[in-house]
């Protein structure tokens, strides 16, 4: 007892415990003995089987999402022949389940863990989408449909929590760019299987073959082996063997380093993915071993804000009871690509109304298909920079194409000009939103990842949701090319907040 309590107080004088105390999150690393100063880190890999496993989840999980989503509203009128605001809530009722699911994906994650709430996620979507083969009635259809969009909230945000520990942190902008191309592909063959399969064959094979697909993710769950420090729930046991073993790793890697030196190499690690890593800090992230993340209040385990805004917005926050649910330092980020999406959510309304306005559904119909061409293509390239040159140079080019995107559709007076739109828009918002993940992310650490995610895509989710009530409302007294012209103007107030959120990013260029 005597000797671990001063291995702990030798610990606590260490370098790595200034570096817990300068808000950078503790690492698990090996005891071994200390690097050469000169030797540079091994590039960690980002193909692992966590990272293909994840990816093709969620992909599972989308294309079931997006088949679904196209084909509910026709199926509520045709089948059930319900009045036309009944049968659009049958398909938004899923949205409302998704929001909802963000608020409590975070806190499910902490009691129950990752691995075993994504593999119950996956079995009750799988249950779910079986349940559309009974043709239940209206009331109960909604109500399968609200529950069927908190399984998928749920599943969406771990395996993103669960993906982005698992990314090396020197390529998470590449990474996240690969990990959100599932959603891309998932977009773009859903909405072609769904529709295809309900006019030639009809809706229970629709509803049969999206069982299938959303299936294909249990075993990809299965195929998951996070890192331990994904699996701690909370237990106390657990938590004292944290501490012990990152106190003495610890003290044994860095006993020979200047305290000074260490502090500011941790300091360094924390400003941004391009700084020099030491080898505890380049090691994997572990929960956190002074709270094993459980204390939201740690400081070892909270987030390192990166911009003078988040710093603001982390103090109003993160001793209000919000902090167990929202990730306040990703507030910023979301808030900006939640804008861009609520000017998203005019595609996915209008855009077949509007291309029929003006005699031009042929393109139309091969709009998406080109748009998340556009982002399969520029995901990867735009990813690999935001890792080498910051945000910046990145995604001021992202906004302003979604910018021109929306003020070429405006104006589209041929089939060229509607693909042409398309691709500008899905190179615009594919590019934000990977990048804005990976903004947000970038320094969270894994005890809070949960939280992280989940406030992302919360708001991300609200821009969408409330998108289509209020532009419908607008849309018949100013028209659809009004409209779309509109919505450039939302993307260039979105690029203006960006600016003014990324204004004084640290260590980034």
């Known amino acids: ?38 030797a540079k880190p091994t590039p960690q890999p980002l193909w692992t089987r966590n990272f293909v496993a994840g990816t093709f989840l969620n992909f599972f999980i989308a294309g079931n999402y997006f088949m679904l989503m196209v084909v509910m509203t026709a199926y509520a009128l045709t089948v059930y022949e319900a009045p036309a605001a009944v049968a659009a809530f049958c398909a938004s009722a899923f949205i409302v389940g998704t929001l909802f699911s963000r608020f409590t994906a975070a806190p499910l ?19 779910l989408t079986a349940l559309y083969l009974l043709n239940e009635p209206i009331g109960a259809l909604i109500g399968v449909r609200l529950v069927h969009g908190f399984a998928y909230g749920v599943c969406s945000t771990t395996v993103a929590t669960v993906i982005t520990s698992v990314v090396p942190p020197e390529r998470k902008g590449e990474g996240i760019g690969y990990f959100m191309l599932s959603i891309t592909l998932g977009s773009a063959i859903g909405p072609f299987a769904g529709i295809f399969l309900a006019n030639n064959f009809g809706y229970p094979v629709v ?6 697909l959303v299936a294909a993710s249990i075993p990809a769950a299965l195929l998951l082996r996070p890192g331990t420090a994904t699996k701690v729930k909370g237990s106390s046991s657990r938590a004292v063997a944290e501490v012990e073993a990152a106190d003495d790793a610890a003290a044994a890697v860095l006993a020979a380093a200047p305290v000074e030196e260490a502090r500011e190499d941790a300091a360094a690690v924390a400003d941004g993915p391009r700084a020099v890593s030491t080898p505890a800090a380049a090691a994997d992230d572990a929960v956190c071993p002074v709270c094993a993340g459980t204390d939201t209040d740690c400081p070892a385990c909270s987030r390192v804000p990166s911009t003078h805004l988040e710093e603001v917005v982390t103090a109003k926050v993160e001793h209000s009871p919000l902090a167990r649910f929202v990730e306040a330092g990703v507030l910023p980020i979301a808030v900006v690509c ?23 559904a042929r393109a139309a119909s091969v709009f998406f298909v080109v748009y998340a061409l556009a982002m399969f293509i520029t995901r990867p390239f735009t990813g690999r920079a935001f890792d080498r040159v910051g945000p910046h140079p990145v995604m001021v080019p992202a906004f302003a194409s979604f910018v021109a995107g929306m003020a070429v559709l405006a104006f589209a007076a041929n089939d060229w000009m509607i693909l042409g739109a398309a691709a500008l828009l899905g190179f615009g918002v594919g590019t934000v939103q990977s990048c804005g993940l990976a903004m947000a992310v970038r320094v969270t650490s894994d005890a809070r990842l949960s939280v992280a995610n989940a406030t992302f895509y919360m708001l991300l989710d609200v821009g969408v949701g409330i998108g289509p009530i209020l532009l419908g409302l607008v849309a018949p007294l100013i028209g659809y090319a009004n409209l779309y012209l509109a919505m450039a103007v939302v993307g260039a107030a979105a690029l203006a907040l960006f600016m003014v959120v990324a204004k004084t990013e640290k260590g980034v260029r």
């Open 207 to 212: 509803f049969t073959v999206a069982s299938v």
């Open 1 to 38: 007892m005597a000797s671990s309590a001063a291995a702990t107080r030798t610990a606590a004088t260490s370098p790595a415990s200034a570096a817990s105390r300068s808000g950078r999150p503790a690492a698990r690393v090996q005891a071994k003995p200390a690097a050469p100063a000169c």
């Open 109 to 127: 994650m902490e009691r129950f863990g990752r691995m075993p709430l994504l593999i119950v996620g996956c079995i009750a979507e799988v249950a």
């Open 338 to 360: 939640g804008l861009l999406f609520f000017g998203y959510s005019s595609l996915l309304t209008f855009l077949t109304p509007y291309a029929t306005e003006i005699g031009l």
